[in-house]
């Protein structure tokens, strides 16, 4: 099980489409054994985004969060950005400041076809487990799908800016042969188990997590056999997978990648986000991209980053 063990090397130790890598994301340490009873966000905060998304938006002044790269409003510019380039489109706390309200939310493009365009935020911006309970499911009954078409969906977008956000049929395809190399191991170390799981029914999501299938087409992800079980971690970083923390997503309890010597600085203060695609029901784990952008199971019950994901219509 050599990819878990990178994934246990990574936590001791402890964008993108169109063929087109981003502008390099900016760094921004917490304990992710918290109790998982305070894994969605505070009603307080809730309340918050609400009553800024229920007055008057043109009375909402720009509020962008960190060294902003975006190009401007999503619905205004998209028809003329190429994929890599930031957009900004709804809000959401960020900087863990409740005081000031919530701040523009910043997606990288990753893709456009035919008037919509796909998006994902630049940072994890928030911490959530992947199913409340601790129970093994898949994406489809997970309690974090339900938060982010729910409560997520609800209260970072206007009434106007949800009409743009298109339902859409996701496939959500099995990973055995991304475990394939691991498993043939596991056979011949006399082990009885098989990583990877067969995949389940679509599903028609408003916010959602990348899959493995979309994450390995939008940016370049290592498979086992491209590593080598004695290759350094340190040459394969992925940097265009590499993600940060907002500070509210770090007061949520979310893990950071510590200064690692002979590491290049941009996994320093890095996150793990989780994708939708199983990994091991036998292990409770789903799959996530880890701080040096290296794909691996992830367990559904730690609180983990998160990285929504919208189809937007900007015709």
């Known amino acids: 099980m050599k990819k878990v063990l990178y994934a246990v090397i990574i936590c001791a130790l402890l964008t993108v489409g169109c063929g087109q890598k981003g502008d390099e994301l900016i760094n921004t340490d917490s304990d992710t054994d918290k109790s998982t009873s305070d894994v969605y966000s505070s ?26 790269l975006s190009k401007g409003y999503a619905l205004d510019v998209l028809k003329d950005v190429e994929c890599g380039s930031f957009v900004n489109f709804g809000r959401y706390e960020q900087d863990g400041n409740l005081e000031n309200g919530t701040e523009d939310i910043e997606w990288v493009v990753l893709d456009k076809s035919d008037g919509k365009a796909l998006l994902l935020t630049r940072y994890v911006i928030d911490g959530q487990v992947f199913n409340k309970g601790g129970e093994y499911r898949t994406w489809k009954d997970a309690t974090l799908r339900n938060w982010l078409q729910d409560d997520f969906f609800y209260s970072a977008f206007s009434a106007d800016e949800q009409k ?51 994450v390995q087409k939008y940016f370049y992800i290592p498979k086992e056999s491209e590593i080598g079980p004695d290759e350094l971690l340190s040459n394969v970083i992925n940097e265009d997978a590499i993600a940060y923390p907002t500070d509210y997503a770090k007061s949520r309890g979310i893990w950071e990648q510590e ?57």
């Open 164 to 214: 743009a956000i298109i339902e859409t049929d996701n496939t959500n395809p099995g990973t055995m042969d991304f475990f394939e190399e691991d498993n043939k191991a596991n056979l011949e170390d006399g082990l009885d188990y098989t990583e990877g799981e067969e995949g389940f029914e679509n599903t028609k999501d408003t916010v959602f997590l990348l899959s493995l299938e979309e």
């Open 259 to 315: 200064e690692l010597d002979g590491y290049p600085s941009t996994v320093t203060g890095a996150t793990i986000w989780y994708l939708r695609s199983p990994a091991s029901e036998k292990f409770s784990m789903t799959l996530a991209v880890y701080a040096m952008g290296i794909v691996d199971g992830d367990e559904t019950s730690r609180i983990s980053g998160i990285r929504p994901a919208i189809w937007v219509s900007y015709q």
């Open 43 to 68: 009603q307080e905060i809730l309340d918050n985004i609400t009553e800024e998304m229920t007055e008057n938006d043109e009375a909402i002044e720009p509020r962008p969060y960190g060294n902003s």
